[in-house]
């Protein structure tokens, strides 16, 4: 989840972690629940018969966080096989053991947030809208949600940022902004696909390679 290994430490396996969080992630379903303080988390309307076990536990164990009530029958249920690479297993058992933790750390805080916050958010609503028309939108999403975080961890959080960079090249801005609810915004996304024809060269016969834009994100200065 791109902060995790900063906050807790590396992983040394597939499935053991050497972080004081992680450490505590096998066998969370086992332990008692306790009073813990809700977190906002706006998800998109997702019809959980569409979802997997691990999926729908997600979508719970982050709807009870956001209400501040778990029941006992969602506190029971497994959460999937924790392993390193399904970052949704470990972000299932995060929030797991963060209703199960009397008195919080500052870094599984963090991460809960993160992952309510961030994380969840993004997952959920490339689940329900993954046409490519979505993936600018989905982008700025990320970019946006995340401006919350500390420096250090924003930091962190643009070193990947140019990783998804094709999503603001010129062609898949101009496709969100085609399908844009505004009327305005698609009658310009209109105005520049017909200008680039005009002017443009005729590429209708052959391949179109095209490369990652350049994408540098701009230090915001706070006084």
Same mark, same amino acid.
Request: aromatic share 6%; hydrophobic share 30%; with cysteine.
């Given at each position: 989840m791109i902060i995790d290994k900063y906050i807790d430490g590396k992983s040394s396996g597939r499935s053991s972690y050497t972080g004081d969080i992680r450490r505590n992630l096998k066998g969370c379903e086992e332990l008692p629940l306790f009073a813990f303080n809700n977190i906002e988390?706006?998800?998109p309307c997702i019809d959980p018969t569409n979802l997997s076990c691990d999926q729908k536990y997600f979508l719970d164990i982050c709807?009870?966080? *956001?209400?501040?009530?778990?029941?006992?029958?969602l506190a029971k249920r497994? $959460?999937?096989?924790?392993?390193?690479?399904r970052w949704l297993t470990t972000a299932n058992r995060i929030?797991?053991?963060?209703?199960?933790?009397?008195?919080p750390s500052n870094g599984l805080i963090t991460l809960v947030v993160f992952i309510l916050r961030v994380y969840s958010p993004k997952w959920f609503r490339g689940?329900?809208?993954?046409?490519?028309?979505?993936g600018a939108r989905h982008f700025c999403l990320f970019i946006?949600? *995340?401006r919350y975080l500390p420096m250090k961890y924003r930091d962190i959080i643009? $070193?990947?940022i140019p990783r998804k960079a094709y999503f603001v090249a010129p062609e898949n801005m101009l496709s969100s902004m085609l399908t844009d609810e505004r009327c305005h915004i698609r009658n310009l996304s209109a105005r520049r696909f017909v200008k680039a024809r005009e002017i443009g060269p005729d590429a209708?016969?052959?391949f179109v390679l095209v490369m990652r834009p350049r994408f540098e994100m701009v230090k915001s200065v706070t006084k």
């Open positions: 988390c706006y998800l709807t009870a966080i *956001s209400s501040g009530v778990c029941s006992s029958d497994q $959460q999937g096989t924790l392993n390193l690479a929030l797991r053991l963060y209703i199960s933790t009397s008195d689940f329900a809208h993954h046409s490519i028309k979505d946006s949600s *995340s643009e $070193q990947v209708s016969s052959g």
